[in-house]
């Protein structure tokens, strides 16, 4: 037996090292690196099934369509077929209706740099095909973090063992982010309280101190009465403030108009539980709050994490270690992009389709997308509208390709299909975008198959395509070298060739999480106002707006009184759809079901165990219920993004699911959906 080390790819704030056992060749165990100080030998529980999804219903060799679309038939065909195959259908398309008829769509099946974001964006820029901006994830969010900080940097996650109150606010930590749950624990033993703000009673609110249900994405209400509050009793750290921040005195008139008993209407929070927890959050110190994905997939997503992240300048719990805030620390990852991505390579300005709209795109474009190529993604089962993606997919005009491991539901939709080979098969340079950790991995074991990495397909494309610019001949390592061809990488002395030797190496982020005097928000400071929101129409001051359901997301209202907001969040087993294939975990998560309040089962005549058709304008999902305290009267969760067939429809949460937009960001607003619940 052989031990070898590399780095999970997955589109995961834990990132973890990863130590595998390898018996003639073949991966037989995955566990957690011990000597990385954030992973310490712990990995989840998808991760350590692993080996099942390397060799298990593998795609091994390229494959082209020999039935209708969305039926799975194909027949085998070489490699050199499939590439002429893709470049000449290209170049007719090119020639015939220009290269915007063609379009990538692609996420985060990898987090590796190499294949996730260079050659890629390299082959499309060169080809000047319709772009795509990548929202589907964190887009709202993260721009309401900035909108006060100016960069995705926050606490480092290690420090937060030294926090003495942490708030999960929006996101189910004790599944997709573990080892922060992990760090909350040591500091727990510390003393550390533990607190969770969520729709729905999940495990991370379960296994934390106090829990707060509050309605969906009535979060910034919560936040701005947070504030009225510390502002009331004169908590907040006028230093602080004084020294660091732009527009408090506008921010303060702003807080003021959200007195408890408003704020317990608004959130569904009791008036007294919202006074305690301001006052627990202004006395605590150090304390954190880490902020989740849920809160910011609403309409109101991105003004509603705005709020929440000036928390910690109105205390200043910015000044102790491990205090403070935490969204996303990809700042702290600066590398050279357009090393990586060559913009320079357009040679005409293209149009650019949001991702979170592929439905749309596919079936109302005009002039239309003829050509759709899908890599680290499965749009089919991810996307929100389902229905529409479906429909778009299933057209007979539309020639595509899908790069993939695995027969996923969108696979299933290609004209052609190429195998792709996994993260032990090929290398990559891997960051986080919650520790501070960068981490190089070298292939482990042979490629399965014919499968290829993401970065030897559009190799052999832009070599098809005749295209003889000097990046189409960048191996990984080069890319990498280019990647960290910034000074913040030089003046750290951290290089490729100390990666390969040493795996990861922590980043130093300094004392402080970032210097407040000269953040990179507009004026340098923390911003309580920004000009930045005027242009997308709402207050240059953080204000709740309560979400604008569109007429055409509710179904029939008056049938059953007030309709019910609809959560999907992800699962434990899965991660988003990946893994949503491996027999062990569908066995451990068992089967799809919705979580409903007990007053709406019961006005519904629904008994737990029933089955219900959950449904909206845009589809309908049959789904057995399961009534439960978990839930507000109001709201329904169904979590994990299981693959179609194991819907009893063959429809999947994302049916229901609106394409809208946030507010700011142009993010998913997958949370922001409506539907009537009725017993089968
Ligand atoms: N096991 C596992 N881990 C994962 C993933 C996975 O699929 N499985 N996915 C990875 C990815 S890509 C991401 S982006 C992250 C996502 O992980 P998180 O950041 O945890 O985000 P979600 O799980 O989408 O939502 C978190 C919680 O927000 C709640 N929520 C929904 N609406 C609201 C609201 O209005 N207010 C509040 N306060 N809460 C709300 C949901 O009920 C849910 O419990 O996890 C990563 N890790
Ligand atoms: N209803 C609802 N929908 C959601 C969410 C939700 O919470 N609720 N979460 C949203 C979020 S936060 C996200 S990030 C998106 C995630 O959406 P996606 O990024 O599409 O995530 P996955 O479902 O993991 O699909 C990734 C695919 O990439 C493939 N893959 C992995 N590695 C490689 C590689 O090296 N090369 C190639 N070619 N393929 C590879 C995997 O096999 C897998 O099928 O989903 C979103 N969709
Ligand atoms: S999915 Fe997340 S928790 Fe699991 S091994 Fe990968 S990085 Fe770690
Ligand atoms: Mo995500």
């Excluded at 991370?204 to 509050?229: N, Q, R, V, Y």
């Excluded at 969040?569 to 899965?574: A, D, K, L, Q, S």
């Excluded at 219900?612 to 169904?638: D, F, H, Y």
Aim: glycine share 8%; hydrophobic share 40%.
């Amino acid at each position: 037996m052989e031990i070898q080390y590399s780095v999970c790819p997955h589109d995961c704030p834990d990132t973890c090292a990863l130590k595998l056992e390898i018996v003639n060749g073949v991966i037989t165990k995955i566990d957690g690196d011990l000597s990385h100080p954030v992973t310490r030998g712990v990995i989840c529980e998808k991760v350590r099934a692993y080996p099942e999804r390397i060799y298990n219903n593998r795609i091994l060799y390229p494959l082209r369509r020999a039935g209708k679309k969305g039926s799975g038939k194909f027949n085998r065909i070489s490699w050199s077929e499939a590439v002429d195959e893709i470049a000449s259908s290209w170049k007719k398309l090119i020639s015939k209706y220009g290269p915007e008829s063609i379009m990538p769509y692609s996420y985060g099946g990898t987090e590796g740099i190499v294949n996730k974001s260079s050659m890629d964006r390299r082959l499309f820029n060169k080809i000047g095909t319709t772009a795509i901006d990548r929202t589907i994830c964190s887009a709202a969010g993260s721009l309401g973090y900035q909108l006060a900080y100016g960069a995705s940097k926050g606490v480092n996650p290690l420090d937060v063992v030294n926090a003495e109150l942490i708030i999960f606010w929006g996101i189910n930590a004790l599944e997709t982010n573990i080892h922060q749950a992990i760090i909350s624990d040591a500091a727990r033993k510390n003393g550390a309280k533990i607190i969770s703000i969520d729709v729905h009673k999940n495990k991370t609110a379960k296994w934390s101190d106090e829990f707060f249900m509050i309605l969906p994405g009535s979060d910034g209400a919560l936040a701005l009465g947070i504030a009225h509050i510390i502002l009331r009793d004169k908590a907040e750290d006028k230093l602080f403030l004084d020294k660091y921040s732009l527009g408090f005195d506008d921010f303060r008139k702003k807080a003021m108009e959200y007195p408890p008993e408003k704020v317990a209407k608004l959130t569904g929070m009791p008036e007294e539980r919202i006074e305690n927890l301001a006052k627990v959050y202004a006395e605590a110190k150090p304390s954190f709050i880490r902020i989740g994905n849920g809160l910011q997939h609403h309409r109101n997503g991105g003004i509603n994490t705005w709020a929440i992240s000036l928390l910690p300048a109105l205390t200043g719990a910015w000044n102790y270690k491990g205090g403070g805030a935490l969204k996303s620390n990809s700042g702290y990852f600066p590398l050279n992009e357009d090393a990586l991505k060559r913009p320079d390579l357009i040679k005409n300005p293209t149009r650019t389709v949001n991702m979170v709209q592929l439905g749309k795109a596919l079936c109302d474009l005009e002039p239309p997308l003829r050509s759709l190529y899908v890599y680290n993604s499965n749009p089919a089962v991810v996307a929100p509208n389902q229905n529409l993606v479906i429909k778009g997919l299933a057209r007979e005009d539309l020639f595509t390709v899908v790069h993939e491991q695995t027969m996923t539901d969108t696979a299933k939709f290609a004209d052609i299909i190429l195998p792709a080979t996994t993260s032990f098969e090929h290398a990559d340079l891997y960051i986080s975008y919650w520790h501070t950790l960068i981490q190089w991995a070298n292939p482990v074991i042979s490629r399965l198959g014919e499968a290829k990495p993401n970065i030897e397909v559009f190799k052999m494309l832009s070599r098809s395509l005749g295209f003889n610019d000097a990046c189409f001949l960048d191996t990984e390592e080069d890319i990498a070298r280019q990647a960290l061809d910034v000074n913040y990488w030089k003046e750290r002395g951290i290089t490729l060739e100390r990666l390969k030797k040493e795996r990861f190496i922590n980043i130093n982020t300094g004392n402080s999480p970032f210097e407040f005097g000269r953040l990179s928000t507009p004026s340098g400071k923390i911003e309580f106002k920004s000009k930045k929101v005027l242009s997308y129409g709402f207050s240059d001051i953080p204000e709740y707006n309560p979400i604008n359901y569109v007429n055409n997301n509710i179904l029939k209202a008056e049938e059953h009184g007030p309709n019910l907001i609809f959560i999907s969040p992800p699962n434990h087993f899965f991660l988003n759809s990946s893994f949503a294939g491996v027999s062990s975990l569908k066995v451990k998560a068992l089967e799809p079901f919705i979580e409903i309040n007990p007053k709406d089962a019961e006005d519904r005549g629904i008994k737990d165990g029933d089955l219900v058709i959950v449904q909206n304008v845009r589809g309908s999902l049959t789904i057995k219920a399961k009534v439960l305290e978990s839930v507000l009267p109001g709201v329904v969760v169904s979590a994990g993004l299981w693959w179609k067939d194991a819907y009893l429809n063959g429809s999947g949460v994302n049916a229901l699911t609106p394409d809208d937009l946030s507010d700011i960001g142009g993010g998913a607003t997958f949370f922001s959906a409506q539907v009537e619940v009725k017993k089968i």
